[in-house]
């Protein structure tokens, strides 16, 4: 087996047994691996009578044939469940070191099921795999737990949740080596309902590869794009993701007091520039990652990882808060109480617009710093109205009467681009697969950044094909599995070969993409069985109607037009449906069956 | 109705692919898919001045009346989008890469950029080059792995997610392959100054 190990590992945690399988080799080649195998796996395992937090709902980790090669930024996995926050196919995923290891403890993937009558966790080590007592582990937080468990980045490495997950907070978030999240869509809720505490992995098999030298030169190839790139050379590693901050602000397209506004007058204060003048101690990488945009910054509570981009909007503008202290303080405490700080951050500006607008009674107010640590520990611990954020924002706004205020697609929160300022963005975020989501495509680049090339943002003609590209694109970087950040310097023509030359089968540019589109109609042909629509596939009124601010000003999201050109360039039906011809050609026919045909 | 952004965007390019004697008065042909749709140059329009009638949308698999006005290699650049992730298409007649196709099976550039960008372009030889199936088959099946492929003696055409990179590959081939041209007019030996300089043929 080249590129792959060949081997599934299966734990049933209601059984408490432990076996193996080999890899599916009819459907690996064509899913790839990570979020396109998981989502293979899912649409088998997880029907639509299964209740998220429910025993019969799986969990399953996966590497890709990229995955611990060293390749670069191949130290990520995916994590594919059904979300209990939006009821859809979802998979999230993370980087670090714990990927890496798992593959090197020997596996592609495991699949977890089932409910462990009491807290387990869960040992890989050349030794075997094993079962073990979690009761003293349970309530800990993520750091405490990861040291409990032997924490150590090059040898063994800890993935867990804390009591967000526990607590089955709905956007509570899966954590490996302490500071890494895997969060989207409440993974962590799963494990938590599981009674699975954590996952330890030992390993240091090498991945076998069909043409080494050849890897090697595409590997060498895309070190000259990364390092010629000013976005992975310079801008991330000295300012990490909030260096967009600015750029977003300036184009009148970072969403402000929950999507009220599109421009925040003190954006500059929770900049990449602010953190790498005020807290930064230094950055840091993941395996393999000769990019290094994570953050290690320091505050009177202590060292930690963040903030993000995403993270320091959704503590910040989104909520009206320009303190880069509390942002970063909250942003710790998210990591260490293991939760999504996106969703977290934007319900809490969703209960901050309800209480301004007497629709709920609280002390949240735009602007209050102060309160977003206690908020944010009282959403993990569901004590008081921590209970109804640890929800999302979605079921929060609903129970209020006003769920138009939720700035959610499905039920997920949406992240830091206001779609009135990028319409490609609105597009993205109303078909995206598990919700409104900024990693399911990345209009940034094309919309914003100029990668490859700048196009008009406000431009409605035609953007739908961009979005359907870069979807396909997102799927195969999610599936190989690789970081997205690689693939702005290191274009799909370098995947395509270094694949090839690590699995032996060929794969042409316009395959790899094309496997992006099977995974892509996949995830959509569980959804249409959840019960999901075409009206499932929309925006928050407040953005097709209330027009933008700042460098945007007077726009509103034209989604319509751009979404009937989705569909027919999908090849789908005016509901959204993949037609049969579609459906043929990425040969996923004997699937849609039930879905297409009842 | 084109919207008058992709006008712009189709004229320029067009004008720049003249100046750059990368086409001759009417030769050369560009495009855009937008979904099913795809907008192409009109048939026996000057690419280095396009007016925006220049510009016929029609169907990417169906025909209507568009089909009667696009370029003449509408159905090459059909079976590309079909083929491939592509959103552009450029196709074009750089002379130098041309006289370098009449004698090789693979364009390998030299100089530091175009070995960055390009690596290496197939050159594919079919029997009737201009606007057949034969030769919109062979095109879109080596669009499938390489950015810019070579038909012998004809010409370029390269795919891009816009007209612009299309427009900058096929600019970065003809460059390279002048740079091969006047090193092989200087007949000396070349000082290999690239690691893993004999992978590139690989590519």
């Known amino acids: ?598 | 109705m084109v919207d008058e952004r992709v006008y712009e965007m189709f004229r320029e390019i067009g004008r720049d692919m003249y100046v750059h004697n990368l086409v001759s008065s009417h030769g050369g042909n560009i495009s855009v898919r937008f979904g099913d749709r795809i907008i192409i140059k009109r048939r026996g329009a000057m690419l280095g001045r396009l007016k925006p009638h220049d510009l016929i949308e029609t169907g990417l698999e169906k025909n209507d009346s568009g089909v009667a006005l696009a370029s003449t290699e509408l159905i090459v650049h059909r079976a590309i989008y079909k083929a491939t992730p592509a959103l552009a298409v450029v196709h074009a007649h750089p002379r130098v890469a041309i006289a370098l196709s009449l004698s090789r099976d693979e364009i390998v550039p030299i100089d530091n950029e175009g070995s960055y960008l390009l690596k290496k372009v197939p050159v594919v030889s079919v029997e009737f080059a201009s606007g057949t199936k034969q030769m919109a088959d062979t095109l879109a099946e080596a669009l499938k792995s390489y950015k810019i492929v070579f038909l012998r003696g004809h010409g370029s055409f390269a795919i891009g997610q816009t007209l612009d990179e299309a427009f900058q590959w096929t600019d970065a081939l003809e460059e390279a392959a002048q740079i091969i041209m006047y090193a092989k007019y200087l007949n000396e030996e070349m000082i290999e100054y690239r690691r893993m300089s004999d992978s590139y043929s690989s590519w």
């Open chain 1, 1 to 598: 087996m080249k590129g792959w190990t060949g081997k599934t590992l299966i734990v049933d945690l209601t059984q408490g047994t432990i076996t193996t399988e080999p890899l599916n080799m009819d459907i690996a080649p064509l899913f790839i691996g990570g979020r396109g195998l998981g989502a293979r796996l899912l649409w088998d395992l997880v029907g639509p009578e299964v209740d998220p937090l429910s025993p019969d709902n799986v969990l399953i980790i996966a590497t890709g044939p990229m995955t611990a090669t060293g390749f670069q930024t191949s130290n990520r996995f995916s994590v594919s469940t059904k979300s209990p926050l939006t009821g859809t196919v979802l998979d999230a995923n993370s980087g670090g070191y714990w990927g890496m290891r798992f593959k090197r403890a020997g596996y592609d993937l495991m699949i977890i099921k089932g409910r462990a009558p009491k807290p387990v966790y869960l040992e890989i080590t050349p030794a075997g795999v094993s079962l073990h007592d979690a009761t003293h582990l349970w309530g800990r937080r993520v750091a405490e737990t990861s040291e409990l468990l032997g924490q150590d980045k090059n040898k063994r490495n800890v993935l867990c949740i804390g009591p967000a997950g526990e607590n089955l907070v709905r956007f509570a978030a899966i954590m490996n080596d302490a500071t890494r999240a895997a969060a989207r869509g409440g993974p962590g809720a799963v494990m938590g309902s599981k009674n699975l505490k954590a996952i330890v992995v030992e390993g240091d098999e090498r991945v076998e590869m069909a043409d080494k030298e050849r890897f090697r030169f595409v590997q060498y190839e895309a070190t000259k794009m990364l390092k010629a790139n000013p976005i992975t050379s310079q801008a991330f590693p000295e300012f990490g993701t909030a260096v967009v901050m600015n750029i977003v602000n300036a184009i009148g397209a970072l969403p402000t007091y929950n999507f009220q506004q599109t421009h925040f007058d003190h954006a500059d204060a929770i900049s990449g520039e602010a953190i790498a003048e005020t807290i930064l101690v230094k950055n840091a990488a993941c395996w393999a990652c000769p990019i290094a945009c994570t953050r290690i910054s320091k505050t009177d509570k202590g060292e930690g990882e963040g903030p993000e981009y995403e993270t320091a909007w959704a503590f910040g503008a989104s909520c009206g808060i320009d303190d880069l202290i509390a942002i970063t303080n909250a942003n710790f405490l998210c990591n260490d109480l293991g939760m999504d700080t996106i969703s977290a951050g934007s319900t809490i500006a969703c209960a901050m617009e309800l209480t301004e607008k007497g629709l709920l009674t609280s002390d949240l107010r735009f602007g209050r710093a102060d309160l977003l640590e206690q908020t944010v520990e009282d959403i993990a611990y569901r004590r008081g109205l921590g209970d109804e954020l640890a929800e999302g924002s979605y079921r929060l706004a609903e129970r209020h009467g006003a769920p138009e205020l939720s700035m959610s697609v499905k039920k997920l929160e949406m992240p830091a681009y206001d779609p009135r300022g990028m319409q490609g963005q609105g597009l993205l975020y109303a078909t995206s697969n598990r919700g409104g989501c900024h990693m399911r495509g990345n209009m940034l680049s094309v919309e914003v950044l100029g990668l490859p090339k700048l196009i008009d943002r406000f431009q409605v003609q035609g953007k739908a094909s961009f979005v359907i590209l870069h979807q396909n694109t997102a799927a195969i970087l999610d599936s190989l599995v690789a970081c997205k950040f690689v693939n702005i310097a290191v274009a799909e023509e370098y995947l395509a070969r270094a694949l090839t030359s690590l699995t032996g089968i060929t794969y042409s540019t316009g395959d790899l993409i094309r496997a992006g589109e099977r995974i892509w109609n996949l995830e959509r042909l569980y959804n249409l069985r959840e019960g999901f629509t075409r009206a499932d596939d929309t925006l928050p009124p407040r953005l097709l109607n209330e027009p933008a601010t700042g460098g945007s000003a007077g726009w509103v999201s034209h989604l319509e037009p751009m979404l009937a050109e989705y569909y027919r360039s999908r090849g789908w039906d005016e509901n959204g449906v993949p037609k049969p011809a579609k459906l043929e050609e990425l040969q996923l026919a004997d699937l849609a069956a039930e879905v297409i045909h009842g």
